[in-house]
């Protein structure tokens, strides 16, 4: 796609510079568009990731708490 632009963009320049500069300005602020996107995407996917790593801590520290609930309630019982 890229390069049917330029190819278009240079035909432009050759022969109406107002337009070709519209078109220039389209063609760019599509880029930028498509650079945001990826950004956005990059952006979601580090989300995912550490929400699947904080699952996982959680995860752990529920583990712990059950683990220290049931030492806690064998000593209970001990000391009775």
């Known amino acids: 796609m ?7 963009l240079e ?3 050759k022969s109406n510079k107002l337009e070709f500069l519209d078109e220039l300005s389209f ?3 599509h880029l930028q568009i498509e650079n945001k996107i990826g950004d956005i995407i990059k952006v979601k996917l ?3 990731n550490t929400l699947e790593e904080l699952q996982e ?3 752990e520290k529920m583990e712990l708490i059950d683990k ?10 001990i000391r009775r």
Do not use: M, Q, Y
Not at 2 to 8: K, Y
Not at 68 to 77: C, D, G, R, T, Y
């Open 46 to 48: 580090a989300f995912k």
């Open 68 to 77: 220290i609930s049931k030492i806690n309630a064998v000593s209970h019982l």
């Open 11 to 13: 035909r432009l320049l």
């Open 57 to 59: 801590i959680l995860a």
């Open 27 to 29: 063609v760019l602020n």
């Open 2 to 8: 890229i390069n049917n632009e330029i190819v278009r």
